[in-house]
């Protein structure tokens, strides 16, 4: 198994610019989740899909951000306009059920605004 | 905050010896994970241990849950330098959220 898949791995911008973090799940899982870690508040949930659609979005930090998963096999994460704020690791997580279940992340996108 | 913490923040110890790190939570859970991070890696899951459980075991890994304390820790027997990596526990209260702990870097000597 491939595993979840997020690209790029390093992204680096200027202020203003917009970024998108591209991630593919576990064939067969149907949830999905975006994480941001930083040191100061560690691992934090953005967005969680269920089934393609955006169950939880109250952790999107604010408008900049938005989420998108236009099929089972594919997401995005878009932060538009990007500030410095904003660099951190995004990860990308599956699983199979979305309950209780074990997440499987990716190997994550090391975000860096300028 | 609800965010876990985890004590010790990090922990050094030599090859062979155990590694006992500790993950403290405010809510009542359904169940608790432990994740271990390498550097620039992602989160790999370890194991689950359920509310209505007190010990689980899986290879050289040990997790007690205690619901009256609000407590978990994760034991890691005979370690390894391949072992040198951030632990994090990992709550939900029943739903697909899970809190995250601060984590435990531990870094075993060889």
């Known amino acids: 198994d491939a595993g979840v898949i997020q690209s790029p791995r390093h992204e680096v911008t200027e202020m203003g610019q917009e970024v998108t973090l591209r991630c593919k799940p576990i064939?067969?899982?149907?949830?999905l989740f975006w994480y941001r870690q930083t040191m100061m508040r560690g691992l934090e949930l953005l967005i969680y899909f269920n089934n393609n659609v955006p169950i939880d979005d109250s952790g999107m930090p604010e408008d900049r951000f938005s989420a998108k998963m236009p099929n089972a096999s594919f997401s995005t994460l878009k932060i538009q306009p990007s500030e410095p704020r904003d660099s951190a690791v995004y990860f990308c997580a599956s699983s199979l059920q979305g309950g209780d279940e074990t997440q499987y992340f990716g190997p994550g996108t090391r975000l860096l605004v300028l | 905050s609800q965010q876990g913490e985890e004590d010790p923040q990090a922990l050094s110890i030599q090859e062979g010896e155990n590694a006992t790190m500790n993950c403290s939570y405010k809510?009542?859970?359904?169940?608790l994970q432990w994740y271990r991070q390498n550097s620039g890696r992602g989160l790999v899951h370890l194991i689950l241990?359920?509310?209505?459980?007190r010990e689980k075991h899986s290879g050289r890994l040990r997790v007690t849950l205690d619901t009256s304390k609000k407590s978990s820790s994760l034991l890691i027997t005979a370690s390894r330098a391949a072992d040198t990596a951030s632990y994090f526990c990992a709550y939900t209260s029943g739903t697909y959220k899970y809190i995250f702990g601060t984590g435990t870097r531990l870094k075993v000597l060889a």
């Open positions: 064939s067969g899982h149907n949830s």
């Open positions: 809510t009542s859970i359904n169940n």
């Open positions: 241990i359920r509310s209505n459980e």
